[in-house]
């Protein structure tokens, strides 16, 4: 069974500043997904970023992009420039790949980002 | 294109009585798949559809449980509610090996 770790319950960043969140996860998988999703006070999960393990090349989306250490097992998201608007839960997860037959995400407990004035 | 609707957004019951949401995907979507949110348990895997099939189920109890109908709309019932069932259920679509999109949820309080 996977297990995903995030070991930052709350954190807190100035605007227009940067943050780092971490993600740590356990698998023995050799193929497999990991994403950051962004669930804000409306409760609407909406994903942030995507990173295909097979990939060496780290993820970006704009002001997003992430650490990916695929020895380590380690996911970290940098959040550069941040707004008000990136207040918000964020979980990290993970889903193996299969060949299309486990859709199952596994998340983290999720961090806390207030991004203060 | 239509993101992932839910419905209810929000449902009130008493322990012991059923409950259906609803979910629809959004459209060339054929998996879809259950969580639940609680803040003591985080995000949990119910169970996942695709082609009116359940391909995997998490650890649940059997009041918990989903069907998909020929047009990929989900719908997930629990029978005999608990207190404990009060929760956000969340509804996800994918195409396959791909990340999923959430619907806004479904907030059900169990009095």
């Known amino acids: 069974a996977q297990t995903v770790t995030q070991s930052q319950p709350e954190m807190s960043v100035q605007e227009a500043e940067t943050v780092t969140l971490s993600c740590t996860y356990d698998t023995s998988e050799n193929n497999y997904y990991l994403f950051w999703y962004k669930q804000p006070p409306s409760r609407q999960m909406i994903l942030v970023i995507r990173?295909?393990?097979?990939?060496?090349q780290n993820a970006t989306e704009n002001r997003f992009s992430v650490n990916f250490q695929k020895a380590a097992k380690s996911f970290s998201l940098k959040i550069s420039d941040s707004q008000l608007g990136d207040t918000a839960m964020y979980f990290c997860a993970f889903m193996k790949h299969s060949g299309g037959s486990n859709y199952k995400l596994t998340f983290g407990k999720g961090t806390l980002l207030t991004v203060n004035p | 294109k239509a993101g992932v609707t839910q419905t209810p957004r929000y449902l009130i019951k008493t322990r012991g009585q059923q409950v259906t949401l609803s979910c629809s995907p959004i459209s060339g979507h054929r998996s879809v798949s259950w969580y639940q949110q609680t803040p003591g348990q985080g995000l949990q895997f119910l169970f996942e559809y695709f082609s009116e099939t359940q391909r995997n189920k998490g650890n649940f109890p059997g009041r918990f449980s989903g069907r998909q109908f020929s047009n990929s709309r989900s719908e997930m019932n629990v029978s005999t509610l608990e207190l404990g069932d009060s929760a956000l259920y969340l509804c996800a679509s994918s195409l396959p090996d791909n990340e999923q999109f959430f619907g806004p949820g479904t907030r059900l309080t169990v009095l």
């Open positions: 990173q295909e393990a097979y990939k060496q």
